[in-house]
């Protein structure tokens, strides 16, 4: 199993300045992979490109380029974009996102969403294959059949013809599609004890096309809270600090109809606490809807406690089938931000489970 960092968006503190500085440790760490996120703020290609062309070895990914946001060729025109300025360190992570992102920011129906991103990724690897491209399908057409435009392929010779395609995929559905289209997953409140039901449905998908899980990446993003206490008490404060973010997804990710957050909690065995969470979280009681997330979610799904203590879960991660962790950092300062970078690391050395 490697390591990888999630760096998220950017929020008050973590600044492009701090993304890059993490990244760049990370990179000295020898972590794999460092991924950069987008919902209706900062976007992840610029900051993947800023942090590409300021490291040399570690990879930059996409978790995730939003779907609804780019037409399939403008983000393979991205996609080989970063991967010629990086010398070939791109990874592709798509995702649908939400239907209030999807149609309330990009202006985009989210209806059948399954359908979409199998005809978006392949137009994405025909474009990036250098291949023309004609596609009739049920949600792209292209060239437009009644007017001027005619078959185009890729302008230029990126470094690789092949990028490295993952999917953000949470539903039952949605899985499976991974396993057959794509050659990674970016799992979130992923927990060991839960994987086996979500990584079979992966399996599934991959048999589909006669391929089993050797060389598909398995990357959870989790959440990673330092202590120097593995007391229940040192556990619990660890978990404070992740509860509100657990809270937004659980309760306030999509509608009280349409949350896949929501619906993974009650998978896991937290139906009656996930909505309770989304009933405090909608009635705008955000404060006692983080207080509502069970301690046992956060501490199944996030790395808490001493480096010992860590070790020991990213044990339970590798043997669940885990391939690239990639640890988010609920810290306050960049500073901070690289001490816990170095504990994991730590931690990593601890477990035995690195490459």
Not at 289 to 303: C, G, M, Q
Request: charged share 20%.
């Amino acid at each position: 199993m490697k390591l990888g960092l999630s760096l998220g968006y950017q929020t008050p503190w973590s600044t492009p300045a701090s993304h890059l500085a993490l990244s760049q440790e990370a990179e000295r760490l020898g972590f794999s992979v460092v991924w950069a996120a987008e919902a209706y703020g900062s976007d992840s290609p610029s900051m993947l490109s800023w942090i590409a062309g300021q490291t040399e070895r570690i990879d930059v990914g996409a978790a995730v380029m939003q779907i609804p946001a780019r037409t399939p060729a403008a983000t393979a025109m991205t996609a080989a974009t970063i991967d010629a300025c990086s010398g070939g360190r791109f990874r592709l992570g798509l995702g649908v996102s939400g239907p209030q992102v999807s149609e309330g920011w990009h202006g985009v129906r989210f209806a059948k969403p399954l359908g979409r991103t199998r005809e978006y990724v392949e137009i994405v690897k025909m474009a990036l294959a250098r291949k023309t491209v004609e596609f009739h399908g049920e949600h792209y057409e292209l060239p437009l059949p009644d007017g001027p435009g005619k078959a185009l392929k890729l302008g230029f010779h990126p470094p690789r013809d092949y990028i490295p395609v993952y999917l953000a995929a949470v539903g039952p559905n949605n899985l499976e599609l991974a396993g057959e289209i794509a050659d990674g997953w970016l799992a979130v409140f992923l927990s060991p004890e839960h994987a086996g039901e979500q990584l079979a449905h992966i399996a599934a998908g991959r048999a589909k096309v006669g391929k089993t899980m050797e060389g598909f990446d398995v990357v959870p993003t989790v959440p990673l809270v330092v202590g120097d206490d593995d007391s229940e008490t040192g556990i619990a404060n660890c978990a404070e600090l992740v509860r509100w973010y657990a809270a937004l997804y659980i309760g306030g990710m999509g509608s009280r109809e349409k949350n896949f957050y929501n619906q993974l909690a009650t998978r896991m065995g937290f139906g009656e606490a996930a909505k309770e969470v989304q009933d405090l979280y909608l009635a705008k009681r955000q404060r006692d809807a983080a207080a509502a997330v069970p301690l046992e979610f956060i501490d199944r799904t996030s790395l808490l406690g001493t480096p010992e203590r860590i070790a020991g879960r990213l044990r339970d991660y590798a043997d669940a089938g885990v391939t690239t962790l990639s640890v988010s950092l609920f810290v306050a300062d960049a500073e901070t931000g690289i001490a816990t970078l170095r504990q994991v690391a730590q931690a990593m050395e601890l477990s035995g489970v690195g490459e």
